[in-house]
Structures are given as C-alpha cells and as structure tokens.
C-alpha cells in the first residue's frame, strides 16, 4: 500500500528471508487470510528491536478491496490481542491515511485511539494526504 507500481524491488528469496526473520523474532508476528491458496490479506506486527521499545509493536495490515467488509479484519485484530498478550506487548500503534473512514472504523471498533496527526504524510496521486496516529494500550 506504501508502495507505487515498479517501486517493489524486493526478490522472492529477500521476502521469505524477511518473513523468517520476523517469525523468529519474539515479538513481531505475521497473520495471513487465504482464499483457495491466494493471499488476500495480511496483518503484521513489529516490535521494537530495544529494550525500552520491546513492549511496542507498529502494525501494517492489508485486505484486497474484493474481501474487504468480511470481517477478515476484525479476526486479524482479535489474533492480534490474543498473541500481543501472550508475548507481553503492551502497545499497539499504527498509522491511517485521514480519508480511509473504513479502516479508522475497524481500528476504533477495535479499541485503537487517535494520538495525533501527520499533515502532508504521503504524497497519493499528486495530492498530500494526512494520516492520524493511533494506538491501542492492553
């Protein structure tokens, strides 16, 4: 999503390098939703790499616009609480284009709060575009 079209360079190998690496990292995880053996969604989680950040984990999730309002993202969240507790991750945070009211709907309804805001953030389509941060204390 961060991405524009030709700006993904990484090779097949890097990425399962990278996935390896966050499964056996304690406190990064990643959640993927199939549908008859394609990807059509994804929620990561990323802790911090320092002892005073362990306790943080920054999420970036995705669902393919055809399966979005399907509750994937709900279940994400939900297996997110449930693994965050079991590895003592007492906060979540993310970023959210301001314009994206779906999402702010599922993180709120999930218990996420507007911290601030980012003006001019990204730059989409030859406009800025703000995003708000938030998190989620468990």
Known sequence: MMLEPGERTTSV???SQRIKHVLSTDNQIIFVAEDENRLVGF???YGGGF???HHCAYIVT???QQYVGQGLGAQ?????DEWATAHNIHRLELTVMCNNERAIHLYKKMGFV???SKKDSL???DNYVDEYYMAKML
Not at 76 to 80: G, Q
């Open 13 to 15: 190998e890097e990425q």
């Open 43 to 45: 929620l990561g989680a």
């Open 51 to 53: 002892q005073r950040n």
């Open 62 to 64: 995705g669902i393919l």
């Open 76 to 80: 994400f969240f939900k297996a997110l």
């Open 114 to 116: 507007i911290e601030g």
């Open 123 to 125: 730059l989409v389509n």
